[in-house]
């Protein structure tokens, strides 16, 4: 059974940084990208970054890019997102996703609070 379990969430002000988690298990994690979504309160979903089976290729959305950092280490199958410089706008709810065929696979998702 695929598995995804985010970590990292919490409260920070504005003008700090977080860095979220997300463990794979049940599945060979190093041959999949994976994908970092979010959900802000009464939004859609909204992509955050993609980073390719071997972490050398990252994409991001416009809204992040420039402040936030995707990266993965295939040995701890673990995805990571590093976000710096948060505004209030980045309040959501993060998930991690994997696809595996023509299957989606989402974590529970954590939540990060922008305030002061």
């Known amino acids: 059974e695929v598995q995804l379990v985010e970590s990292g969430g919490g409260l920070v002000q504005p003008g700090g940084s977080l860095r979220l988690s997300c463990v794979v298990s049940g599945f060979t994690f190093s041959s999949s990208g994976m994908t970092w979504v979010r959900q802000a309160p009464g939004k859609g979903l909204e992509w955050v970054s993609t980073?390719?089976?071997?972490?050398?290729?990252?994409t991001y959305a416009d809204s992040v890019k420039g402040r936030f950092t995707i990266s993965r280490d295939n040995a701890k199958n673990t995805l990571y997102l590093q976000m710096k410089s948060l505004k209030p706008e980045d309040t959501a709810v993060y998930y991690c996703k994997i696809i595996i065929g023509a299957n989606d696979y989402w974590g529970q998702g954590t939540q990060v609070t922008v305030s002061s």
């Open positions: 980073i390719s089976t071997s972490g050398s290729r990252t």
